[in-house]
């Protein structure tokens, strides 16, 4: 993000990224959590979008819809909250 940012906080988009192994397209399940710590420490997750790119290749998104407080002062009372769109004929997320 920019100088002055503030991460967590109401109405901000927060943006992040990182590099992994190469993955053949979008992964299918996603998994965010929370250390809970600080004096505020929840917050909410409206959504999460990744996108995987890579040398040569085009961009593959998936968007995860969340709508979950991150909290143990909130319901659903967790610091973590997972989200799972693989197909359900069994074939794995790419990890």
Not at 55 to 82: I, M, N, S
Request: contains cysteine; negative net charge; hydrophobic residues 35%.
């Amino acid at each position: 993000m920019w100088g002055g940012h503030s991460y967590f906080e109401r109405g901000n988009l927060d943006i992040f990224s990182g590099r992994g192994p190469c993955m053949a397209g979008a992964p299918c399940r996603m998994r965010v959590s929370s250390d809970g710590t600080g004096a505020h420490h929840g917050w909410y997750c409206n959504y999460v979008e990744v996108t995987v790119t890579g040398p040569h290749r085009g961009c593959a998104q998936q968007l995860f819809t969340v709508e979950q407080w991150l909290a143990t002062d909130a319901a659903p009372y967790k610091l973590e909250a997972v989200v799972d769109r693989c197909p359900a004929d069994g074939a794995a997320a790419e990890e």
